[in-house]
């Protein structure tokens, strides 16, 4: 997919590390000759993306509250100094209290649920609007990342796919608002990943191997495929999609129950 993305640019939020998927679709875009810059939470993430920043010639970092307005305000005011327009940005943030991502659903704070659904859901929405300036002249794409669990009940999973529900549902109705200026919003739903989010879901091995035993592929995600539908729906080839859940699962949606061998 070389060249795909040549002269393009454009803003990745949410890479915690080379494991991460935010990560995998920054490289892959970067190897499809997009410009990046990147936004973190935190000293410690700031430290662990640097080197990753720079090894695809980025040298903008700039750290993010996503529950803060005037953190995010100021990231994307440095943004329009640096590049006045810009083509895709791309949110990979997700958040809950893991405490809370064990046990009865039932028992949801109403703290952690406000909290979840602000950071996994809201900030969406709110990169949206500040991107939207950047974007009007010349239509853009926006991506996020959501998970099986928003429409389906995963163990473990709780308040985080509600929130993934309420994202998927933000991701149609932004679509429909950008639509006439060219603006695309779209979501990507990879299969169970072994990323430092996925770690913090209780049963995370189990539920790895049991969607790579089971999917018709016999094969979880990787990170170069998600990479790889990420420089699809930036390009060019994705200019009439929008609106969309694309999911990267190994099929694993498709099925009804497990493979015979393993009922």
């Not at 993306?49 to 307005?69: E, I, Q, R, Y």
């Not at 991506?143 to 796919?161: A, D, E, F, K």
Request: net charge neutral.
């Amino acid at each position: 997919m070389s060249d795909l993305l040549k002269g393009k640019r454009g803003l990745i939020m949410g890479v915690a590390n080379e494991r991460s998927i935010a990560w995998g679709i920054a490289k892959a875009m970067a190897e499809a000759g997009a410009e990046l810059a990147f936004t973190y939470q935190g000293d410690a993430f700031g430290t662990r993306l640097k080197p990753l920043a720079h090894s695809v010639g980025s040298d903008f970092m700039v750290d993010v509250d996503v529950t803060d307005d005037a953190s995010l305000g100021t990231a994307f005011e440095q943004l329009a100094q640096r590049w006045p327009t810009i083509d895709f940005v791309v949110h990979a943030i997700a958040f809950s209290d893991k405490s809370e991502l064990t046990g009865r659903f039932l028992n949801t704070s109403r703290a952690n649920f406000k909290h979840s659904m602000d950071i996994s859901a809201y900030s969406f929405i709110e990169v949206a609007r500040r991107a939207h300036p950047m974007m009007m002249e010349h239509g853009g794409t926006l991506l996020t990342l959501t998970y099986q669990g928003s429409n389906r009940v995963v163990p473990n999973y709780n308040v985080m796919g509600v929130a993934k529900a309420a994202l998927e549902s933000a991701t149609r109705y932004l679509a429909n608002d950008l639509g006439p200026e060219g603006i695309r919003v779209n979501a990507i739903s990879p299969g169970p990943m072994k990323t430092l989010a996925g770690a913090a879901i209780g049963g995370a091995r189990k539920t790895y191997k049991h969607t790579d035993q089971n999917a018709p592929l016999r094969s979880n995600a990787t990170l170069e495929a998600v990479g790889g539908t990420a420089v699809y729906l930036a390009s060019e080839a994705g200019a009439c999609t929008t609106g969309e859940v694309i999911r990267v699962d190994g099929g694993f949606h498709v099925l009804g129950m497990p493979q015979p061998d393993f009922l």
